[in-house]
Each structure stands twice: as structure tokens, then as C-alpha cells.
């Protein structure tokens, strides 16, 4: 009994001695772990930071400080000609864009999820592969051009379908994985009740894939709303810009960033974004699967 004792008290002990030898390098570890997530939290989280005070700042600069709660920033912003227009006007962009890409996506997707053509997996790829490398700047000049032949300048309805063509094969792309997951019992009971093909995607599909839909969605408009080049290019009466265009105005005549409008008008640009984010997110979340687990 005794000397089983003195080996369990001698294992122990090795035990113990190993992990104490392994523990300076595993704090070291959780330690450098640790301060990495806050190098990377204040890297995003200053910004915002600033993004938040600086509006209420009489005086803001680059650095984030108390503000002193001011709103005549807001009063100047108010009085400039086209900073509210702008923000409509990227409502519009936004909201037209979302709404074309939502429903030439759902019908294309449902086309290709539910019709055997040959190559169908290749040519996804290949419109996936194409959109991304040719991307609006890269097919800068044809895309002017092509809305020059169809007196599709300074229009936003030209500026949207332009926007539509863009998203739509990275849409259809993604939104195929919501219409394969949906089960197509549903759609031949439908059917069978005489439901033309428009209506089985209207009532039955449609329903289904709503959390694919609105992550579509969110992902056109956030794309749309912080595009910059396409209508820089497209429009040039400054009354139909978009807030990212008229944000690069916002300068003072040295050409130093003028921070009392720069700091109002970003933190009204950014709001729509986050209110429409947390409640699709609420609503539907995003998750890439259908609305029916089979």
C-alpha cells in the first residue's frame, strides 16, 4: 500500500512538474492571443469612435475626444444644397438596384435549380469567375460607351439597370443553393392544383427562400450604396449624385477635408445601412440554407 501510494504521489508529482513547465508558454500564448483581439478591436472600434463624437464636436479633428455636444454641425449640413437630396438619391439606387437584382436572381436561380441543361455548373462558374475579374472598373470604357449608344447618360434608371448586370451572376450564384434546399414536393402538389410555373415561384418557391431573398438583398444594396466610381461616371448633373459622390465634395476651397460636414454627413450615411442590417438580421438572419430543413 505504501509503495503504491509513493508512485501515485510520484506520478503526480511529474505531472504537476510538466504542467508547470508547460505553463509559462501557454499564458504567453492566451496572453499574445489576447492583446492581438484588442489591437484588432481598436482598430475597428476608433473609427466608429470617432464616427460617433466627432458630429457633436464644435471643433472635431482626426482624434477621438469627449465631444462637447454641439448640433450646429448638423444646422450646416442641413444647409448645404445637395447633402439630404444625395442621401435619396441613394435610396432610390439602392432600392431600385435590390429590387431588379431580387427578382431576375430568384427567377434564373430557379430556372437553373430545377432545369437539367448541359453545362448548367459550368456556365455558374463561368458568369461567377467573369464578374469577378471584369469588374466595373475594369470594364469602365465599354460600360460608358454602351450607355452613350443608348442615351443611358445622366440617367438613374440607366445607372440601375448598369448596377443590375453587375450583381446579377454573383446573385444568381448564391441564391441557387436557397432553390436547390427547398423541397419540390411542394411545388408539384401545386401542380397538380393547376398553379402555373409563375405562380408555383410566387406562392410556393418565394416563400421558402425569404431569408435568401433578403440577404440578396441587403447584399445588392450595400453594394450599391457605397459604390462611388459608376455614378461619378454616369451622372454629372449633381442633383442626381448619390451620397458617395457627393461625400467627396465635402471639401474645403485648400482642398482639407471639411470635418464638421464630413463627420454629420458620414454618420447619416452610415445609419440607413445599420438600421436595414439588424433588422433583416433579426427578421430572417442570414444564413445560407433554405427555409425547409428536410
Known amino acids: 500500500m505504501t509503495e503504491r501510494s509513493e508512485g501515485i504521489n510520484e506520478h503526480s508529482t511529474l505531472v504537476v512538474a510538466d504542467v508547470g513547465g508547460l505553463n509559462p508558454r501557454f499564458v504567453a500564448g492566451r496572453i499574445g492571443f489576447y492583446v492581438l483581439i484588442a489591437v484588432l478591436l481598436a482598430f475597428f472600434t476608433i473609427p466608429l469612435l470617432w464616427l460617433a463624437t466627432a458630429p ?68 455558374l462558374y463561368a458568369l461567377l469567375l467573369l464578374s469577378s475579374i471584369i469588374t466595373g472598373t475594369a470594364a469602365m470604357v465599354p460600360l460608358f460607351q454602351l450607355a452613350v449608344e443608348l442615351n443611358l447618360i445622366d440617367s438613374q434608371f440607366g445607372l440601375i439597370l448598369i448596377l443590375t448586370g453587375g450583381l446579377l451572376p454573383a446573385a444568381i450564384f448564391m441564391l441557387k443553393d436557397f432553390m436547390d434546399s427547398t423541397p419540390k414536393s411542394y411545388e408539384e402538389s401545386a401542380r397538380v392544383f393547376g398553379a402555373s410555373p409563375l405562380q408555383i415561384v410566387r406562392h410556393v418557391v418565394v416563400p421558402l427562400v425569404r431569408p435568401g431573398l433578403a440577404t440578396i438583398a441587403v447584399w445588392a444594396i450595400a453594394n450599391v450604396w457605397g459604390n462611388f466610381l459608376m455614378p461619378y461616371l454616369l451622372l454629372s ?30 454618420l447619416l450615411y452610415s445609419i440607413p445601412v445599420v438600421l436595414m442590417y439588424l433588422f433583416v438580421s433579426k427578421k430572417y438572419g442570414f444564413r445560407f440554407h433554405g427555409g425547409i430543413k428536410r
Open 56 to 123: 457633436f464636436t464644435s471643433d472635431p479633428t482626426y482624434q477621438v475626444g469627449v465631444p462637447d455636444f454641439t448640433l450646429d454641425n448638423f444646422t450646416a449640413i442641413l444647409e448645404h444644397p445637395y447633402a439630404l437630396p444625395s442621401l435619396l438619391n441613394s435610396l432610390v439606387l439602392a432600392v431600385g438596384t435590390a429590387l431588379l437584382v431580387v427578382i431576375f436572381a430568384a427567377l434564373a436561380a430557379y430556372a437553373l435549380s430545377r432545369v437539367r441543361i448541359p453545362g448548367r455548373d459550368a456556365l
Open 237 to 266: 448633373d449633381v442633383e442626381k449624385q448619390p451620397a458617395a459622390v457627393i461625400m467627396y465634395t465635402l471639401y474645403t476651397e485648400g482642398g482639407q477635408a471639411n470635418l464638421k460636414l464630413l463627420s454629420v454627413f458620414g
